[in-house]
């Protein structure tokens, strides 16, 4: 370990059992010397694992829908009554689709479903930062980083309306990061991880090809969940105090490829394949 964090108070949103990015992240926060509260939604913490995470890292657990704003401000108020202070670090690690959970296709959304997929995995973001910068609750060169994916800007089969709303979640932090940055020196920053088998992500259509996909095109192979926690210990820490309103790839050069030799070799074995079943 690195003492990256040392001194730090932090919130990091989305940790359901140990297979979420944000699980990870707060394990490592809590390596790195961190103190933090964690937050999910009742119905999370009641289905899933986070009070054992919450023992394990000495956090407090605090019950809230992101979407809704009198609970974030709870989450807020009460993160900085128990850990004395103002926070120096956010975590947004929330995502979720009912289209993609029933299975309809982007060209015949249920709209009703659609936006509740924006509200909840990119307003909710606006919705932190407000709630943050209203309450002064963020320190000075702080920093809050949101977890993205590149269907935020290339078309990626199956991702759905997710997509569009990764999208938003770019934008906002942008938008915000401007108007942070210039008035609290606080950063705000998007990781566009690798495609990564969690349990939210476990309902894209076909995850285990798309991630042999990747792995196949991505010169340095898939990032994984513990790895992309190390980038946001990073980003977390002082290290990084001028970056910021950037969507940063974080997926063994996937992002920049067009075509690998992995990629192309398989292709042609499936070709061949096809043609054998044509004779």
């Known amino acids: 370990m690195y003492n990256l964090l040392k001194g730090k108070r932090g919130i990091i949103f989305g940790a359901l059992d140990d297979m979420s990015i944000a699980w990870k992240v707060a394990e490592k926060a809590y390596d790195e010397g961190a103190i933090f509260t964690l937050s999910n939604t009742p119905t999370a913490i009641r289905f899933g694992q986070i009070d054992e995470l919450g023992k394990k890292t000495k956090a407090e657990v605090i019950a809230a829908d992101a979407t ?13 009554e128990v850990l004395g202070g103002k926070i120096d670090f956010v975590l947004h690690s929330i ?7 029933k299975k309809r296709v982007y060209s015949d959304l249920d709209y009703n479903f659609l936006d509740k997929t924006l509200d909840i995995s990119a307003i909710s973001f606006h919705k932190m930062l407000q709630v943050a910068y209203k309450l002064d609750a963020i320190s000075e060169w702080g920093s809050v980083v949101a977890l993205s994916y590149v269907a935020a800007q290339r078309t990626l089969y199956g991702y759905n309306d997710m997509a569009d709303a990764k999208a938003l979640l770019e934008s906002i932090a942008r938008s915000f990061g401007y108007i942070y940055g210039r008035e609290k020196k606080i950063r705000v920053n998007t990781i566009s991880q690798s495609p990564t088998m969690t349990t939210a992500g476990s ?11 990747t792995e196949r095109m991505s010169p340095l192979g898939n990032a994984d969940a513990e790895e992309c926690a190390n980038y946001c210990m990073v980003m977390f820490s002082d290290l990084t105090k001028k970056v910021t309103m950037q969507n940063l790839f974080h997926d063994g050069g996937f992002s920049n490829m067009g075509m690998s030799m992995k990629a192309m070799s398989q292709y042609n074995k499936s070709l061949e394949s096809d043609a054998s079943l044509g004779d």
């Open 203 to 213: 309902g894209i259509k076909d995850l285990t090809g798309l991630m042999d996909f």
């Open 68 to 80: 809704s704003v009198k609970d974030l401000e709870n989450v807020f108020k009460r993160s900085m």
């Open 95 to 101: 995502g979720m689709s009912l289209n993609v959970r």
